[in-house]
């Protein structure tokens, strides 16, 4: 296991057109979390699953953005009639939660989505 | 919406100098956490400190935790100019789910 693995690496697509990206988590971690991240930003929070659960959403994840983790295992975000405002650096990350303690996140090295 | 804010928002050193970075917070947390990140690649996670705990090293990185002041900082000793990346402060609020909240980041560049 190499860490969190993430496709494609790069995405351009035509704005209206859906993109799909997947992730690969640590095979051992049940958490696995999207983030997105702009120029110049941190990583902003979008959506986290434990196993195949989805916990929680931000308010940025609007109704275009779906997201899930059907087996627990690798995880699909899908952005349905993209716009050029979703341009940014989709990041995913896998962790660890043992009990009520939380370990630090492996981060994918993310997928660059350009909307033209 | 960003959850801490990182000072300053660029540091330029010269190698062997040490490097201070500041984070601020705004709510109760659980942890907090430094990540690194080289230009346009994913983050890479340095250190944990636990709300209950005050300093912590590793390797050249101290890291400390003031709760009261709803602050970190990150210490790098003896810079070298493979540290030259965006650094980014990460808080686990308390009574949330388990997403971490970034801050902005500060940008270090370590001049060989």
């Known amino acids: 296991d190499t860490g969190v693995s993430q496709d494609p690496r790069h995405k351009i697509t035509k704005r209206g057109q859906n993109v799909t990206f997947r992730c690969d988590p640590i095979?051992?971690?049940?958490?696995l979390y999207w983030y997105r991240q702009t120029l110049g930003q941190g990583p902003e929070f979008l959506t986290y699953?434990?196993?195949?659960?989805?916990?929680?959403k931000s308010r940025l994840l609007s109704d275009r953005f779906s997201a899930e983790r059907p087996k627990g295992s690798f995880s699909t975000l899908e952005i349905q009639r993209t716009e050029q405002g979703d341009s940014a650096m989709y990041l995913c990350?896998?962790?660890?939660?043992?009990?009520?303690?939380?370990?630090?996140?492996?981060f994918g090295s993310g997928t660059r989505l350009t909307v033209v | 919406s960003q959850q801490g804010e990182e000072d300053p928002q660029a540091l330029s050193i010269q190698e062997g100098e040490n490097a201070t970075m500041n984070c601020s917070y705004k709510?109760?947390?659980?942890?907090l956490q430094w990540y690194r990140q080289n230009s346009g690649r994913g983050l890479v996670h340095l250190i944990l400190?636990?709300?209950?705990?005050r300093e912590k090293h590793s390797g050249r990185l101290r890291v400390t935790l003031d709760t009261s002041k709803k602050s970190s900082s990150l210490l790098i000793t003896a810079s070298r100019a493979a540290d030259t990346a965006s650094y980014f402060c990460?808080?686990?609020?308390?009574?949330?789910?388990?997403?971490?909240?970034f801050g902005t980041g500060t940008s270090l560049t370590v001049i060989p």
């Open positions: 095979s051992e971690h049940n958490r």
């Open positions: 699953f434990q196993n195949e659960a989805q916990l929680e």
């Open positions: 709510t109760s947390i659980n942890n």
């Open positions: 990460a808080t686990a609020i308390s009574g949330t789910g388990n997403q971490f909240y």
């Open positions: 400190i636990r709300s209950n705990e």
């Open positions: 990350a896998s962790s660890l939660a043992v009990g009520r303690g939380s370990y630090g996140y492996t």
